[in-house]
């Protein structure tokens, strides 16, 4: 268990309305990241930190932003939200500890646009 | 650019029997390589890793998995399926440098007969 947790686990929202998601951690790691999973697709990156303020872009970035203004808080915010970002979220962290610097993943949040 | 390639999107096995999961990767760098497991409405947990030294890596849960750089594989193989092993299985590919952004497999369903 790395200590992180994602809130909400499920919301349901309308188009064209502004959704932000929350990923906790408890301990410290530098690296963070934000991926959805849709079906036939795996996981997807969408943005990733390697510190406070600094953030870069995943593969499909296109309609999120995020924010990282303390350590254990990651955000990813859904400026309009579309039914095509219907999908589950998944935060990440990368445990730098661990030699292989392999990453560990929240329990996710189902994300439901309609 | 990297990528990463499951042959199957569901295996079916019975239970005792062996199971094989199928993962071809492709990448410019030499590659850490995952496979991750997902139970039903759950985050990934980690099953195993390669990053460098021996290609024969010993997993969580009785699998492993053989690094063949040649042949740009890494499948998952466990000799005998038990009942508690049906999930969805993902392999994932990142690089050894920079920021380790992991690429996934589209995943492979496994279902155990009894």
């Known amino acids: 268990d790395a200590g992180i947790t994602q809130s909400p686990r499920h919301k349901v929202t309308e188009t064209g309305t502004p959704v932000t998601l929350r990923c906790h951690q408890t301990?410290?790691?530098?690296?963070m990241y934000w991926y959805r999973q849709d079906p036939g697709h795996g996981l997807r990156l969408i943005h990733y930190?390697?510190?406070?303020?600094?953030?870069d872009k995943g593969e499909v970035s296109d309609g999120y932003s995020v924010s990282r203004s303390k350590t254990e808080d990651f955000l990813l915010t859904l400026e309009s939200a579309t039914s095509s970002q219907t999908s589950v979220y998944f935060c990440?962290?990368?445990?730098?500890?661990?030699?292989?610097?392999?990453?560990?993943f929240g329990p996710g949040t189902r994300l439901t646009v309609t | 650019a990297q990528s990463v390639t499951q042959l199957g999107s569901h295996v079916s096995v019975s239970e005792g029997a062996l199971v094989l999961l199928r993962c071809n990767y492709s990448?410019?760098?030499?590659?850490?390589l995952f496979w991750y497991v997902q139970y039903p409405n759950q985050g990934l947990q980690l099953l195993l890793k390669?990053?460098?030294?021996?290609?024969l890596v010993k997993g969580i849960n009785g699998f492993e998995a053989e690094f063949k750089k040649s042949e740009t594989s890494f499948h998952l193989t466990k000799p005998s399926a038990h009942m508690s092993d049906a999930a969805e299985y993902f392999c994932?590919?990142?690089?050894?440098?920079?920021?380790?952004?992991?690429?996934f497999g589209q995943g492979t369903r496994l279902t155990i007969n009894p």
């Open positions: 990440a962290i990368r445990d730098l500890t661990s030699g292989s610097n392999e990453q560990y």
């Open positions: 301990e410290n790691h530098r690296y």
């Open positions: 930190s390697y510190g406070v303020k600094d953030t």
């Open positions: 990448s410019s760098v030499p590659p850490y």
């Open positions: 390669y990053t460098t030294g021996a290609t």
């Open positions: 994932a590919v990142t690089s050894i440098q920079g920021a380790q952004k992991l690429v």
